[in-house]
């Protein structure tokens, strides 16, 4: 790789070659050729990244480079040493934790929307609120009777797997992405901020999610 600015230096070291000047147009072009290397810029990824133990963590396993987010270069049991199955668990880590993020958000609304809107629960905290389903009366989502009155744990227990299920299934069947778009990381549509259009903050992002 050379840089722009060193090309330049040459150029204009150089600036004519016998008694003809060096034409202006081909200094832009080769301007112009010179691209970012496509590696994502963090201490995150590469060899050199931060690993599990820190100094004391040793050799990690060959299949673990640091090319995918999220590697810290622990894998003792080998579960990723095959490549198909690799890619299936990390295509399951990513979908879990995003599914926790929708969670963590769904722990937190109620009790804002009981301290600051008005809205009765009953009772507001996380770990409690469930509780109220084998009460007399069950539970109101969203402490009203008519959106779900919630009185039987197998029903919605039934609900979540079958709901659960058909979003997977929609998903893992090519869902609402399309053609060509990456199955993790689609972007397009599903990024209208445009918070992936930088190469090294897409890759910081993606550490961050994980």
């Not at 995003?98 to 958000?105: D, I, Q, S």
């Not at 998903?171 to 992405?177: F, K």
């Not at 901020?193 to 910081?204: C, K």
């Amino acid at each position: 790789y050379i840089s722009n600015s060193a090309i330049m230096s040459v150029i204009s070291a150089n600036t004519f070659v016998g008694s003809k000047p060096v034409n202006k147009k081909m200094v832009t072009s080769m301007r112009r050729t010179q691209k970012k290397s496509s590696a994502p810029d963090s201490v995150w990824y590469g060899p050199d990244r931060p690993q599990f133990l820190g100094p004391f963590s040793g050799d990690c396993p060959s299949y673990l480079t640091g090319e995918f987010p999220g590697d810290y270069g622990w894998d003792t049991a080998g579960l990723s040493a095959d490549p198909e199955t690799f890619r299936r668990y990390r295509e399951q880590e990513l979908i879990h934790a995003r599914w926790a993020m929708l969670g963590a958000l769904g722990c937190v609304t109620p009790e804002i929307l009981s301290k600051y809107g008005g809205v009765s629960f009953g009772e507001s905290v996380w770990f409690k609120a469930g509780s109220q389903i084998f009460q007399e009366g069950g539970l109101d989502y969203l402490g009203n009777a008519n959106l779900v009155h919630a009185q039987s744990i197998l029903a919605i227990l039934g609900c979540q797997v079958v709901l659960m299920g058909a979003i997977e299934a929609y998903r893992v069947n090519g869902g609402p992405l399309g053609e060509g778009l990456d199955p993790l990381y689609p972007g397009d549509k599903f990024d209208p901020l445009g918070l992936a259009d930088d190469p090294d903050t897409f890759a910081e992002l993606k550490i961050k999610e994980i």
